[in-house]
């Protein structure tokens, strides 16, 4: 049986309940997309726009807390979404929270 989103590090039922709606059902699922594409479609969607819900998931799918993620990795994390919503922008796009 999968594991359930919910079941997993930093991610909560609101969260779980976000990533249900875009296709995300299970933690393979997440794992499968990468964090990055994850929070990516759910900015598309609407529903989340904050550096931290992208650090949740990348802590996520590492099995870990967010806050044990290295600053520099944190920081190439942040740059990668910058660069994703550029791309999906046509143009710069700034990544809101910290």
Do not use: F, K, Q, Y
């Not at 598309?44 to 550096?51: H, P, Q, V």
């Not at 802590?59 to 994703?84: H, K, L, T, Y």
Request: net charge negative; with cysteine; aromatic share 2%.
């Amino acid at each position: 049986m999968p594991g359930r989103l919910e079941d997993t590090v930093n991610i909560g039922p609101a969260l779980a309940h976000d990533l249900r709606g875009i296709g995300i059902e299970d933690v393979e699922a997440l794992r499968s997309a990468g964090a990055l594409d994850a929070w990516v479609r759910l900015n598309g969607a609407g529903t989340r726009d904050c550096l931290c819900s992208l650090l949740a998931l990348e802590g996520a799918v590492r099995g870990v807390n967010w806050m044990e993620i290295s600053p520099a990795d944190r920081d190439a994390v942040a740059e990668a979404a910058r660069a994703a919503l550029a791309v999906r922008a046509g143009g710069a796009e700034a990544v809101g929270g910290a």
